[in-house]
């Protein structure tokens, strides 16, 4: 049982450059959620997901999309990478709005 | 005020010592709770659920006082390898309006020889 698996696992990119980040989950989790963590900031939702077909906006979306085709991925795009979007990104998931999270290992992206 | 609020810390005790962490929530409604670890750079991970009546695992007590809306965590005989940031979740479930985890900050604990 794997959880939730996050790809790549560290990228850098340049300044204008695009890319997407995968999260899976083997769970059959309902929810997932990607979180961005800078230093000192604890972590910020960006976007998140109710269900299979849905997204919703989290505290800080701006410069990120996301997808939620198949139940157990969540896609995190970056469509032009900017320096302010260096950080650690992570992916959650839980089975039902009172369950425990569970967090992918994390992507560390630099943006140069 | 902030939805979830924790002492950011850190707190540097000695191995051996007993510490404690509280957390403080705004929403009467919010329905369950939790304990996370996070080492530096690594994913949070679940420490302990917290129930109304109190748990413990181990060297760890977990508690909720609803009427004064906080949850705390208690670190008996502290290890080296207890040094590392704890975070506290709390959800308010579909009563409460809410789809997202709140977290808190997190408190840095630091256990020193």
């Known amino acids: 049982n794997a959880g939730v698996t996050q790809t790549p696992k560290f990228r850098v990119l340049k300044t204008g450059q695009s890319m997407t980040l995968l999260c899976a989950q083997d769970m059959n989790h309902e929810y997932m959620y990607w979180y961005r963590q800078d230093p000192g900031m604890g972590l910020r939702l960006i976007h998140y997901s109710v269900g299979e077909g849905t997204t919703a906006k989290g505290e800080v979306p701006d410069g990120y999309n996301v997808s939620r085709l198949k139940k157990q991925n969540f896609l995190l795009g970056l469509e032009s990478a900017a320096p302010s979007q260096t950080s650690v990104y992570f992916c959650?998931?839980?089975?039902?709005?009172?369950?425990?999270?569970?967090f992918g290992q994390g992507t560390r992206l630099t943006v140069v | 005020r902030k939805e979830v609020e924790q002492d950011p810390g850190p707190f540097n005790v000695p191995e051996g010592a007993t510490v404690a962490f509280n957390c403080t929530y705004s929403?009467?409604?919010?329905?369950?709770f939790f304990w996370y670890r996070q080492d530096c750079r690594k994913e949070p991970k679940l420490l302990m659920s917290v129930y109304s009546s109190g748990n413990e695992d181990g060297r760890f007590t977990a508690q909720l006082n609803r009427a004064s809306q906080y949850i705390s965590l208690l670190i008996r005989d502290s290890k080296l390898s207890d040094s590392a940031t704890y975070l506290c979740v709390v959800n308010n479930g579909p009563s409460g309006g809410s789809y997202i985890p709140t977290f808190g900050r997190g408190t840095s604990l630091i256990v020193h020889p």
């Open positions: 929403n009467s409604a919010s329905q369950s």
């Open positions: 959650a998931s839980r089975r039902g709005l009172n369950t425990e999270a569970f």
